[in-house]
């Protein structure tokens, strides 16, 4: 659909082009059926008006994205106990996030699954109660001016690979490591290996946890057989140079990995490279 008069006698809207308008028709939010509401990408340069979703009670996927809308985000947007897919990135919206950002809670917005605010011009602190959306399996906020202290919670999100985070890492997590695969902001940039939750040998050893020969010995193979594999097996000779307890990580099934290869070498013919 192109027109946009006419629209508020629509039960349903599939699809709009409103590019090069610079507007969004104010009917479109008195759609009360409306569940899906993709906007993106539509030259829109509007101050969206504070009470856009109010009569949209069924939205569940909105998208702003790759606009020019300004102002503040909408407060309305959040009251929605439908909404799954919540993103206004790649806009100029600006000033302090609404105060309902920072209410969020599973009662009112605990079925969102993807939160995307990166490069706007938001400032004010990370909600708190970001930490309680089980749900989440995407939160970016790259480019938001926060304080760089995550609240508590937020750490704890739910196990996903597809968060964007500016700043330090947040306290907590470490319960993300099952399931994450790499971690990147400007400061920061690293691959993460198979989380390994029995933690080091060097634990196991001065710890007054009962630790018998048996599984000693079997540590003992395990790290063997992989120095073995690393000498021998892989494509080019690896000599991990400082091997310590503290180096020798301990899976579910206590299987010794050995890790942290920092200073270790290839061995190439007759020659060491660092």
């Known amino acids: 659909m192109h027109a946009k008069n006419g629209i508020d006698n629509l039960v349903e809207l599939e699809w709009l082009d409103i ?19 993709d906007l993106g ?16 009670s069924l939205l569940g996927f909105i998208n702003l994205g790759e606009n020019q809308l300004k102002g503040e985000i909408p407060s309305s947007l959040l009251h929605s106990k439908e909404i799954q897919v919540l993103g206004p990135s790649l806009n100029q919206f600006t000033r302090s996030r609404p105060r309902e950002i920072g209410n969020l809670s599973t009662t009112s917005f605990g079925n969102i699954e993807q939160i995307d605010l990166r490069r706007n011009s938001l400032i004010g602190d990370i909600p708190t109660s970001f930490g309680n959306l089980t749900d989440l399996q995407m939160l970016n906020l790259g480019g938001i001016q926060h304080s760089r202290k995550y609240p508590q919670g937020v750490g704890s999100l739910g196990l996903t690979q597809n968060h964007y985070l500016p700043g330090s890492l947040p306290s907590g997590i470490g319960t993300w490591l099952p399931d994450l695969e790499g971690c990147s902001n400007l ?9 390994m939750p029995n933690g080091s040998l060097e634990k196991w050893l001065y710890s007054y946890t009962p630790f018998g020969f048996s599984p000693k010995n079997k540590m003992m193979i395990d790290v063997a057989s992989g120095l073995e594999y690393l000498h021998h097996n892989y494509s080019n000779s690896v000599v991990q140079c400082d091997l310590k307890p503290n180096k020798v990580l301990l899976d579910d099934d206590m299987v010794a990995h050995i890790s942290n290869f920092s200073i270790a070498k290839l061995l190439m013919g007759s020659e060491f490279l660092k």
Do not use: H, W
């Open 19 to 37: 590019r090069n308008t610079g507007e969004i028709p104010q009917p479109l939010f008195n759609i009360f059926s409306l569940r899906y509401l």
């Open 41 to 56: 990408s539509n030259n829109l340069a509007d101050l969206l008006p504070m009470r856009l979703c109010s009569n949209l």
């Open 187 to 195: 400061d920061f940039k690293a691959l993460v290996p198979e989380y």
